[in-house]
């Protein structure tokens, strides 16, 4: 069994796979501090709940878009599960080429996501991931990565329209009964909402029309990705452990 975690801004989400199979998932939040003892009792107790000795893990795999938590975040993996972690990043194989004017900028979850959908659903591939932010990854024939569109996240938008104003107030993100909306919390979840799926399908319009790729596979991951997916023709799949499983992947290409 291995353990692979993906950090991102809000949530650390957990997997351990038993083979290609994704035994067990859990997350915790990233934004608590945490010192690497933390993590590492959190950690064990999650795995043990999930009927997983720490012990038996023969090896761990992190992504992370959040450097501030990495130094008591490998610290608690190599003491409390006994692995060597490895870690997302220059040096790595992937198996993807990515190009582009800054290809050291780009994240580590974008890199994983895009590692996923080329070796589960080959190319070409769109990658839309629903997480803080929103992204829209191009991976083309030869896995070849260099196109990438990055968004506010649906809970961003909805935290701007709380923190910024004097009088709306924090809402739950969910699809309202009609776009016709009456009053205030509607009104923002019907605005969060479609104004979502109206973005989705533009820029995968435009996507398809500026590159000239019209047989594209267009995957949804993330949070908030079934909830937008299952409302616009314009996703083919909603596959939500899309990330866990790049992360799976790639520990396979460098495991020695």
């Not at 999650?46 to 490998?74: Q, W």
């Not at 739950?172 to 776009?179: C, V």
């Not at 990705?225 to 616009?232: H, K, M, N, S």
Request: aromatic share 6%.
């Amino acid at each position: 069994m291995i353990l692979v975690v993906d950090v991102g801004n809000t949530n650390l989400t957990w997997g351990v796979y038993d083979g290609k199979a994704l035994k067990a998932t859990f997350r915790m939040t990233t934004k608590t501090p945490r010192t690497s003892d933390e993590y590492g009792v959190l950690l064990t107790e999650m795995l043990r709940n999930h009927g997983v000795d720490p012990m038996e893990l023969e090896g761990s795999i992190v992504a992370s878009v959040v450097p501030d938590v990495m130094h008591a975040l490998l610290g608690a993996l190599r003491r409390y599960t006994n692995t060597k972690p490895m870690n997302v990043g220059p040096g790595i194989k992937t198996g993807i080429k990515v190009a582009g004017e800054d290809p050291k900028g780009i994240g580590a979850d974008r890199i994983v996501d895009v590692v996923a959908a080329y070796e589960k659903y080959g190319a070409p591939a769109l990658v839309l991931d629903f997480g803080t932010a929103t992204t829209y990854d191009l991976v083309t024939e030869g896995g070849n990565f260099n196109v990438g569109v990055t968004a506010p996240g649906i809970k961003i938008s909805s935290e701007a329209l709380w923190k910024e104003t004097a009088k709306l107030p924090n809402v739950e993100i969910k699809k309202p009964k009609t776009i016709l909306a009456q009053e205030t919390i509607t009104s923002m979840q019907a605005g969060l909402f479609y104004g979502q799926i109206g973005q989705t399908e533009y820029i995968v319009r435009k996507i398809k029309e500026e590159s000239g790729i019209r047989n594209l596979k267009v995957i949804a991951t993330g949070g908030l990705g079934r909830l937008i997916a299952e409302e616009t023709d314009s996703i083919d799949v909603y596959d939500p452990s899309l990330t866990l499983d790049g992360l799976r992947i790639i520990y396979e290409k460098n495991k020695r």
